[in-house]
């Protein structure tokens, strides 16, 4: 267990430390943390998730595991946003993310590496099942939704031009066509983006670390809520969801080992992006993200 929290969990988690340090140390603006974030959203991810969504092989995922685990998003979701709503007091904008940040864990930007090293590719086959899930679906979701939520005056029209020209729905979108038809991408440009996205995790992690080291960290209330519905009632739910069928063991603890991770960073951008408050949105991905470390130490 220690020897996984030191050489493997740790060395991914410094990123968004060392932003939380250089941050409070004065050394790193917000102001250049979030122009690090808008490079790393708009170019790097979109090139780090289209060769994920195009090369994808979905014969080789257990897809009743993936069903379940998307299930038992749903569940929490709904339980989330509406403590949120009802008797947090939250705005419906506010509590729709709160309630993602229950659900939608750090996988592609800090499971994913992690289980790689712990586990290397073939090993880490269910991280990649998730991977895929989270960042196809429930990514593309949370997108489209909070968009809608944000500019509910806007023309439908406009509503649609403007989340059509989200590069990390484009790529999402070119990724799984490509899949489907069976298109080949050319091997240089994959190449390009495989340099690209490889920047996208530790970037992204750093300027959190710096945009998060300006909010207060005070455990309130409604942080310790979603905080415990992310750390503990999502895990426990999906360990019980998954004890329906039969499936290699592997397969359970590894989807077990995602739900268990921190509230990811897309909570928080998606707030930041359209003007949400993130009072509440940041102590929960600094605490969940902090308390996980030794969880996932365990898990692994």
Not at 140 to 146: G, Q, R, S, W
Not at 266 to 287: E, K, N, Q, S, Y
Request: charged share 10%.
């Amino acid at each position: 267990m220690l020897h996984v929290l030191t050489h493997d969990i740790l060395p991914v988690f410094s990123m968004l430390a060392l932003g939380f340090l250089l941050g409070r140390g004065g050394r790193i603006s917000g102001a250049e943390a979030g122009a690090i974030n808008r490079v790393a959203f708009l170019v790097l991810q979109p090139a780090l998730i289209f060769p994920l969504v195009n090369g994808l092989d979905w014969s080789l995922f257990r897809l009743d595991a993936i069903a379940l685990y998307a299930g038992c998003q749903a569940v929490v979701f709904s339980l989330a946003f509406v403590l949120a709503r009802r008797l947090l007091g939250c705005e419906t904008i506010e509590a729709w993310l709160l309630a993602m940040a229950t659900i939608f864990v750090n996988t592609l930007l800090y499971i994913w590496p992690i289980s790689y090293l712990i586990y290397g590719e073939a090993a880490a086959l269910p991280v990649t099942g998730i991977v895929a899930w989270d960042a196809a679906v429930t990514f593309a979701f949370f997108i489209v939704t909070t968009d809608l939520l944000a500019n509910r005056r806007a023309s439908a029209i406009r509503s649609a031009r403007r989340i059509a020209g989200n590069p990390v729905l484009v790529a999402i979108a070119l990724g799984a066509l490509g899949n489907v038809a069976g298109l080949a991408t050319p091997a240089p440009l994959l190449t390009a983006m495989d340099f690209a996205g490889a920047g996208a995790a530790p970037l992204t992690l750093f300027a959190l670390g710096v945009i998060l080291s300006g909010q207060t960290l005070a455990p309130t209330p409604a942080v310790a809520t979603i905080s415990a519905l992310k750390l503990l009632a999502f895990p426990a739910l999906v360990w019980a969801a998954l004890q329906i069928g039969d499936r290699p063991a592997d397969w359970n603890a590894l989807l077990i080992l995602c739900a268990a991770g921190p509230s990811g960073a897309m909570a928080f951008a998606l707030a930041m992006l359209h003007g949400v408050r993130t009072d509440r949105i940041a102590p929960v991905i600094i605490w969940t993200s902090t308390l996980s470390l030794l969880s996932l130490a365990w898990l692994a």
